[in-house]
C-alpha cells in the first residue's frame, strides 16, 4: 500500500500493540505495511524523540547515530560497533565511579558489570541508524542506590551523569572539567574515545534514557561539543617560576643525567635547560646550589600536578647563603 494515510494508520496500529503482552502476532503484509509506515513517518529529527516508553522498571537508552557516516538508514559495521562499544563502556565506568571503584584500567568488577549491561534491539529510519539498548529485566541486588528515587538503578545514575557532561559540553559550562574530576580518569578516557570517533568520522549522536522508574532523559554529542569535551580532556596547565635548590648532587649519569637530593631527603631530577652550558661531571658527589625553572604540569581531569625541574645554573655550595624555606625542596 502507498497511500499516506494508510502508511500512517498502520504505523500507528503497530505502536499500539508494541507494549501488549497478548498482542496477536503480525502477519507479513502487516510487517510489511509497517516497514514502509516507519521509512516515511519515524525518521525525521524533529519527531525522533516521541517514540514510545517501554514499561516502567527497564532502563533504556536509545542511541541514534546520523550524519555523513551513515548512508540512508545504514552504517559500516565497524563504526556501528565502536560506537555502541565505547557507550556501553562509558555507562560501566561511571557505574564503578558511583560505586566508588574508580581505576584507571583492569576489568570492571563483575556486579558493576552485570548492572549496567545493556541488549541490544536495532531499528532503522532514513537517514539515521536507531539502537534500542535496554537494561537488565530482572532487579539485581543491590542496584539500587542509597538516597536515589525509587526505582532508579546504578545504570540510571551513570547515564545522568553522562548526559549531564554532554550538556555541558554543549554550553560550554565552566564545570565540565570538575565533573570529569569527580568521576575519575578513566570516564575522561572513554568520553575522549567517543569525541574522537565523532570527529574524525563526522558522527553525530543523539541519545535518549529511559530511567527505571519511567522518567526521560535526553543528551547529544554534535561536533561542536565532542571538540569541546577533547580540548577539556586534553589540556593541561601548566604553570612555571625561578626557584633555588640547595642539595648534594648524587647522580651524574646517561640514563639519569642529574639527581639532586635535597635538604629535605628527596630525590629531584633536572632536566638541562637550554641555556645549561657546564659539565655537570665538575659537581658530582659536591654539595651544590641549583637554579632551576620548574614546570609544573596540572592533568586537567584526574588534577595531579607533574613537575619538570629544567635546570639553568649549577655553583658549587660553601655555605655562604641560607636559601628562603620555601626553595629547601619540591
Known sequence: MTDQRTKADALAAFLSLENKDDAAPLSAAELNQFALASLSQGGAPSDWHERRVVSPGVPRLDLRLHGKAIDGHSAPVRLA???????????????????????????????????????????????????????????????????????????????????????????????????????????????????????????????????????????????????????????????????????????????????????????????????FDQDPANFYDKDVVAEVDLEVEEHPTTGRDRPVHHLVRLTLDDGSSTPRPEQLSI
Open 81 to 275: 560497533t565502536r560506537a555502541l562499544t565505547i557507550v556501553q563502556d562509558l555507562v560501566s565506568v561511571v557505574g564503578m565511579a558511583h560505586r566508588n571503584k574508580k581505576s584507571l584500567s583492569g576489568a570492571i568488577p563483575k556486579d558493576i558489570l552485570q548492572a549496567t549491561e545493556l541488549n541490544l534491539n536495532p531499528a532503522a529510519t532514513p537517514g539515521s541508524l536507531i539502537f534500542e539498548l535496554r537494561g537488565n529485566l530482572a532487579p539485581i541486588n543491590g542496584d539500587e542506590i542509597p538516597g536515589a528515587d525509587p526505582g532508579v538503578t546504578l545504570a540510571d545514575l551513570a547515564a545522568a551523569d553522562i548526559f549531564r557532561l554532554l550538556d555541558a559540553a554543549d554550553s560550554g559550562d565552566d564545570g565540565l572539567m570538575l565533573d570529569l574530576q569527580r568521576l575519575g580518569p578513566r570516564v575522561a578516557t572513554h568520553f575522549r574515545r567517543l569525541c574522537a570517533l565523532t570527529l574524525s568520522e563526522s558522527l553525530l549522536l543523539d541519545m535518549r534514557w529511559q530511567q527505571g522508574n519511567g522518567a526521560m532523559i535526553f543528551g547529544q554529542l554534535a561536533e561542536a561539543s565532542a571538540g569541546e569535551m577533547e580540548r577539556v580532556i586534553t589540556k593541561s596547565k601548566f604553570t612555571s617560576e625561578r626557584i633555588t635548590l640547595r642539595g648534594h648532587m648524587i647522580t651524574i649519569s646517561t640514563e639519569d643525567k642529574l639527581v639532586l637530593r635535597d635538604q629535605s631527603g628527596n630525590r629531584v631530577r633536572l632536566v638541562e635547560a637550554e641555556s
